[in-house]
């Protein structure tokens, strides 16, 4: 996995009153082991079972077609090895996004624009880091955000 160390200091420091103590270990970076995958897909399967967004799936997963291809990056925050919070990045491809079922034709006018689209999409964060979840989710989306405008684009 590519790692960044993030520490309390560097993320979460919002004066909001966010728990921070559990950042202290916290690696995010993209999933690259069939393992931190897995945590990944279960996470999000666990989560959007829970809050009824899906119906449970046999393999305790949550994946699409999208998730094969080599441009859809997971990205992943690791305690002690554990993925605690996920997001994906799902680049525009032949294939098309998983959001053009509900929203093809806005998608399509930006396609003609010559407009580079993407989705964010596989968001969860496990119950137990609720408290840091901001902070969490900020990491997150700063790695993939550069990812996208540095590497992906």
Known sequence: MTVMTVSSGA???TGIGLS???LLDLECG????????????????????ARSYMRPEPSSW??????????TKVFVARDR???????TLVPDSPLGLPLDELYGSELASLR?????????SGL????????????????LTRLLVLYAMEIAA
């Open 112 to 120: 003609n624009e010559g407009r580079y689209v993407a989705e964010v």
């Open 124 to 139: 969860a964060i496990a119950d137990d880091f609720r408290a840091s979840g901001l902070a969490i989710l900020t990491s």
């Open 11 to 13: 993320v979460g420091r």
């Open 62 to 71: 949550r994946l699409s077609v999208h998730h094969a291809l080599p441009t």
């Open 30 to 49: 993209v999933a690259c082991s069939t393992d931190t995958l897995e945590q990944a897909f279960r996470l999000v399967h666990d989560q959007y079972v």
């Open 81 to 87: 090895g554990r993925v605690v919070g996920t997001m």
């Open 20 to 22: 921070t103590d559990a």
